[in-house]
C-alpha cells in the first residue's frame, strides 16, 4: 500500500506540468483538524472535465500533506472500464491501489479491513463527457453516501475550478442518433439531453487551480436505510443531491472568486 507521501514525487512532477498554483479558498474548513478527528473518511470531489482527475490528484496530494495527512492511505474508486486498457490499467492500479474494478463489497471491506484510510470517488463518473466541467452532473451512483454510513465517517466534500479549460465543447446533433444509439444506454441517454460532448484538449497550465473542500455529515445514518430497497435507494439518492448541491454551490463560489 502506498501513502499519500510515496506519491509525491510523481505528484510533483505532475503539479510543474498542470498549474502555476493551487490555492485554496479560505472559507474551506479546516483540514488539519478534520484529519485528526478523522482516521477514516469518504472523499467525493468533482470530475470537471474528462482531464479534471489530473488537478484532483495533484490537489488532494498537497492538500493533505500539508495538513499533516501525509501518512494517510488512499483507496480510490475508479471507472472499471479504465483496467481493460492495455498498459493504461498499470498507471489506473498504481494510483487506484486496486488491481481491478471492484464491486461495493470488496471496496467496503478493504476500508474496514486493509488499512486505507481514505475512499475517494467521484460520483458524476463518466457524466463528465457531456457536460462543461462547471455544472455538477448527475451522479451516477448515490452509494457513497452508504460508505459513509457504514464506515460511521463523514463525507469530505473536494471541488476544484480551472480544469475546465482542458476541454473543448462540442455540439452533438440529434442526426448522429443512429450512430451513437450503440453506446451504453445511460451514456447515449445522457447525451440526448445534453446534446454536448466534452472533448479532452490540454493546451497550457492552469495559472491558478482553484480548491474548496468542506465536511458534509450525512443527515441519516445506517439504520435509517433498513431492508427495503426502494427506501434505501430513495433516502441515499435524497442525501446524495444534497451533496450535489453542496458542490455546485462550492464551484460557484470558485469561479466567482
Given amino acids: 500500500m502506498r501513502s499519500i507521501k510515496d506519491f509525491s514525487i510523481a505528484a510533483g512532477a505532475m503539479t510543474k506540468m498542470l498549474a502555476k498554483k493551487i490555492s485554496f479558498h479560505p472559507a474551506s474548513d479546516d483540514m488539519a483538524e478534520i484529519l485528526v478527528k ?6 467525493a470531489l468533482n470530475h470537471g472535465p474528462m482531464l479534471g482527475p489530473l488537478a484532483s490528484t495533484i490537489t488532494i496530494n498537497k492538500l493533505y500533506k500539508e495538513n499533516g495527512g501525509a501518512d494517510r492511505i488512499p483507496l480510490v474508486i475508479m471507472w ?3 483496467y481493460q486498457i492495455p498498459l493504461y490499467k498499470y498507471a489506473m ?3 487506484t491501489q486496486v488491481d481491478r474494478g471492484l464491486n461495493f463489497d470488496e471496496f467496503l471491506q ?4 486493509e488499512g486505507f484510510t481514505d475512499l475517494l470517488v467521484k460520483p458524476e463518473g463518466e457524466n463528465c463527457n457531456y457536460g462543461n466541467g462547471l455544472d455538477i452532473q448527475p451522479f451516477l451512483s448515490p452509494r457513497f453516501i452508504e460508505f459513509s454510513l457504514r464506515l460511521n465517517t463523514p463525507i469530505l466534500v473536494v471541488v476544484h475550478q480551472g480544469s475546465e479549460n ?11 442518433d443512429p450512430i451513437l444509439k450503440y453506446l451504453p444506454k445511460k451514456s447515449f441517454d445522457r447525451l440526448k439531453e445534453t446534446r454536448t460532448f466534452s472533448a479532452p484538449l490540454f493546451t497550457s497550465r ?4 482553484k480548491v474548496m473542500y468542506k465536511l458534509y455529515q450525512p443527515t441519516i445514518t445506517f439504520d435509517d436505510l433498513g431492508d427495503d430497497l426502494t427506501q434505501r435507494k430513495q433516502l441515499l439518492s435524497a442525501e446524495a443531491d444534497k451533496v450535489r448541491t453542496l458542490m455546485q454551490s462550492m464551484v460557484d463560489e470558485l469561479k466567482n472568486a
Avoid at 38 to 43: A, E, Q, R, S, T
Avoid at 110 to 113: F, T
Avoid at 166 to 176: F, G, Q, R, T
Fill in 166 to 176: 482542458w476541454a473543448k465543447m462540442i455540439p452533438v446533433s440529434k442526426h448522429l
Fill in 80 to 82: 472499471r472500464l479504465f
Fill in 110 to 113: 478493504k476500508m474496514e479491513n
Fill in 38 to 43: 478523522y482516521p477514516k473518511l469518504v472523499v
Fill in 93 to 95: 492500479q498504481y494510483m
Fill in 206 to 209: 492552469l495559472n491558478n487551480l
